[in-house]
């Protein structure tokens, strides 16, 4: 997730004015059942998860915006049955808790708690799922590091995963691709992107479920068809009075997902992604292409992490590849806002699937 308000994606009006263009797709089709015996292994384990102290996990995943969430909920405590795509804007779930206390007083109306966390058994792995409600664009990087310090030091995990949405960097990226690093740049404008900060780690994510036969067929392509992207387009000129074109926006079928969803393993703090404070784009032109993607929080919590000495890793969705560089820069963030807010949950659903898989191996 690349920036958020207390409950709506600010993407979904980057670069616009008046009221956020929220899409309607046609005939969505639900998150599938997961079929665990693929990998041969067992659903996650659902162990109660009461209010107070933060329970110890020798793992934390943390994710961001509520498509997000509800793909996270979906793999990790109700993988049996079908998500329907209505539920992607879901604010709250059965069986999680919320996260307040030490909540700094004076801060912006509508944050009132750090998250909402619930405890899953991998295997006799304990792992905290957290959604936070905290990120560097509002409230901003101060409570956002905060933040992680209690959770290090309550839950005192081996781990700090970072999942979600991402933009994409790579023009190769089509959407759902999903990129695992241990390594983030905060992006510092005014500041030769040589002297931005990094802060890498070298944690190498285990790959041997992730990259099985079986974890491919577990991945879902992502339901971008061409007719269905070009009804977003229609949608998206309507409602801001443009006339583009479908190779316009969407360069080289970008948008269109691959068959087969990569994932790729580039842990090992030699690859890194971007971390922004505000909406920015990658371009077919090679824009921030030597990032692994781009984002609006990670390298806060990899800061964070360090000083607490606790292993960091991300692993990103692209949920909007990158962009036209001949379209005005307004164009490119809103139509990254539209291909993520009608496709964020289908791309978060293999990125919990790629998670999953690395912290079961």
Known sequence: MRAIAPLTPSRLSAGGAGAPFVPVLAAAPPLPPVDWSRVGRAAPGLPGTSAGPLPKADAVVL???????????????ASATALPYSRRTTTGWSGWQRFDRGLPSGGPAGWTCWGFYRLVDLGGRAVLLFKSNTHLDWPGAGPLAQMIALLTREVQPKLLLSIGTAGGAQP????????????ATRYEDGVPPGRWPVYSDGWTA????????GMASLLLPIPSTAGGLDDLRRQFNAHYGSDYSLAQLDPAGLDQGDPQPRIENQTGGHESL???????????????ASYACIEMDDAVVAEAAQRAGVAFGSVRNVSDPVQNPALPTSVQGNWASAVYTAYGLYTSFNGALAAWAVLVA
């Open 172 to 183: 190769q990226d089509h959407l759902g691709t999903v990129r695992a690093v241990s390594a």
């Open 206 to 213: 285990p790959w041997t479920v992730a990259g099985s036969a």
């Open 274 to 288: 971007l971390t922004t404070s505000s909406f920015v784009v990658g371009t077919t032109a090679g824009d921030f």
């Open 63 to 77: 994710t961001w915006a509520d498509a997000e969430w509800a793909a996270m909920e979906h793999v990790f405590c």
